[in-house]
């Protein structure tokens, strides 16, 4: 996402055009609570009307208690009901926001599942980048987290109070209106002038506030992708020193968040007390003019305290949209972010409608395969080699030679510019992607552990697996040994990322994992890297039984790696520079000798 798209100033009318379009996900919950406020409305009337009767024949008629004792009751009835009906309306609005902000979350997700690693790197992101620099992929994670979470909790005020409040403005006057005209039209006339006012003055205010808060919510995007990037650099921090400086960069940052916040409160707060005092002066005159028609003899008091009790509850939907049209401006900052998500393109996709056999062995073959991220340079330029079945292909070469790219292709992140990928004999676009996802197990150089227990965490590679089955896949990775000591065994309850755990137990967990998906083929980038020696031989031993009978594609960045290996491919720039054994390798040098010799640390 270009940084100009991240700094200009967005127009809200799209922005509120897909806000409203997504209002039926909210299903029946919002049109109950209009019913439910209409209902509200014809009891304002009800209990207006019960009060002044009784007011107006104990002062007036010369009623006693006992006389007007009905009328009494029947009010105190009336406002149980108003209670009961405010009550259904907030619970109708509740769980229609949270529909609609379950509905989102999960097409947010799904949204996000669909454009795969690459296209997320590429675009870096809702609205972060800025103008001097594009951010990281931490930072550009942490902003897709804020929009996942604070975002979507964001629209739940405009769900379930702004948008009912906009409809009982514009029904509940009306309502109170057709009987406020038959008591007194000249009151009638004054609430239906002066009612404008409220709206007119909440637009041209909100205006203003609406562009600070759109700008606050890109800041907490930035502030937020900021803090989970110094949070994943915590370490690297530590050992240069540095931790304390960048203590004081986010002290600085929380501190403009803070400034930029009260920025917009004091504008909400200056749009509520503006209509506060539009709503009270107009009530007045109403008062006012009541009043003086009372003294005059022109005017019934019955109808004129019936009136005056209307009053009020006639400006009071307007005076509340006032108060929830700052949840209207909070929804359009946050359903900004997730537009940037929502438009980013959806990448082509191997999705055809072929399955493979899940028992068959694995013939990988990329034929003439080309790919280019950018229109300039080629990530791949006519590569082609076979793995047969059984076989593990070691990949090498410096970084950007290709290596990823590859990755990238089998597992259908991105398609090939031209040439083939086939999967015994079938091209990768006619299989199911799903279906063909099923077939493989990975195993990154930085294993994913998510909060939780280890069993759920090693589950994950067969989340249908039994207890039985995910102790044979930790013994089988050598990983049984320490979670036996753990104070809970299996049912350990780890810290997001595995907190809690060392690397190497880390690695161990996925590499159980992957044992448990028992899948024919099997991709590795570096399972050893930045292990101490003990788990380095557990997990190359564990590996080298894993390895047996299946498919594996190896990337390789350390020399200890290749002993796993059949066969080794040598990338550069794109292209295959050598392939075959080890020895016959070492014997032509060129590439890989290069590469050997810079591992060994003569060159």
């Not at 599942?113 to 870096?124: E, K």
């Not at 009790?309 to 209207?328: D, K, S, W």
């Not at 137990?505 to 159980?512: D, S, V």
């Amino acid at each position: 996402m270009s940084n100009a798209l991240a700094d200009r100033k967005p127009d809200s009318k799209p922005i509120l055009k897909w806000l409203r379009g997504h209002r039926d996900l909210a299903g029946r919950y919002l049109g109950l609570t209009t019913i439910v406020g209409a209902l509200g409305g014809l009891l304002i009337v009800a209990q207006a009307w019960l009060i002044a009767l009784s007011i107006n024949a104990v002062l007036f008629e010369d009623a006693a208690l006992a006389d007007v004792e009905a009328w009494l009751w029947l009010g105190l009835a009336v406002l149980i009901g108003r209670s009961v009906l405010v009550w259904l309306g907030e619970v109708f609005s509740f769980r229609g926001a949270a529909q609609v902000r379950h509905a989102l979350r999960i097409a947010l997700f799904d949204h996000i599942r669909a454009l795969g690693p690459v296209a997320l790197h590429q675009a870096r992101g809702p609205r972060v980048a800025r103008a001097d620099r594009p951010p990281t992929d931490a930072q550009a994670a942490g902003a897709l987290a804020n929009t996942l979470t604070d975002g979507i909790e964001g629209l739940e005020g405009y769900y379930a109070r702004y948008l009912p409040a906009t409809t009982l403005m514009g029904m509940l006057p009306l309502i109170l209106l057709l009987f406020v005209y038959p008591a007194d039209w000249l009151s009638g006339t004054m609430m239906l002038v002066t009612a404008p006012l409220i709206p007119l003055f909440m637009i041209l205010i909100g205006k203003g506030a609406e562009s600070l808060n759109q700008k606050q919510w890109r800041e907490l995007a930035r502030m937020s992708a900021h803090f989970l990037d110094i949070i994943q650099g915590l370490t690297t921090l530590k050992l240069f020193n540095a931790s304390k400086r960048e203590a004081a960069i986010i002290g600085a940052i929380s501190e403009r968040f803070r400034i930029s916040t009260m920025r917009v409160l004091r504008v909400a707060f200056l749009s509520s007390a503006v209509l506060e005092f539009f709503a009270t002066v107009s009530i007045a005159l109403v008062a006012v003019f009541i009043g003086f028609r009372l003294l005059a003899g022109e005017m019934d008091f019955l109808y004129g305290f019936f009136v005056l009790l209307i009053a009020p509850e006639f400006y009071l939907p307007l005076r509340n949209l006032g108060t929830q049209y700052h949840a209207r401006m909070e929804a359009v900052g946050a359903a900004e972010q997730m537009i940037a998500v929502l438009d980013q393109a959806l990448p082509p996709r191997p999705n055809g409608n072929e399955f493979l056999d899940r028992g068959r062995e694995l013939k990988i073959e990329f034929d003439a395969v080309e790919l280019s991220y950018e229109a300039d340079r080629k990530a791949l330029d006519s590569v082609s080699f076979a793995i047969p079945p059984g076989e593990t292909l070691a990949v090498i070469g410096a970084s950007g030679a290709g290596k990823t790219s590859l990755m990238n292709l089998l597992l259908g992140f991105v398609e090939p510019d031209a040439g083939a990928l086939r999967i015994n004999g079938t091209p990768l676009p006619d299989l199911d992607l799903a279906g063909w996802r099923s077939h493989i197990a990975w195993l990154p150089q930085n294993p994913r552990l998510f909060a939780g227990s280890i069993a759920d965490n090693i589950r994950l590679g067969a989340p249908d697996a039994d207890d039985t089955a995910v102790i044979a896949a930790a013994r089988a990775a050598h990983a049984d040994a320490f979670i036996d000591k753990l104070p809970h065994g299996y049912e350990t309850a780890i810290g997001e990322a595995g907190a809690g755990l060392s690397g190497g137990q880390i690695q161990r967990i996925a590499l159980a994992r992957a044992y448990l998906r028992d899948a024919p083929l099997l991709i590795l980038d570096e399972p050893t890297a930045s292990l101490d020696a003990e788990s380095e031989t557990l997990i190359n031993d564990a590996l080298a039984v894993l390895c047996r009978g299946r498919s594996v594609i190896l990337i390789a960045h350390r020399l200890q790696t290749l002993s796993l290996a059949d066969r080794i491919l040598v990338m550069e720039d794109g292209r295959i520079a050598q392939i075959g054994r080890a020895e016959q390798l070492a014997a032509e040098g060129g590439a890989y000798a290069g590469l050997l010799a810079a591992w060994e640390g003569t060159k």
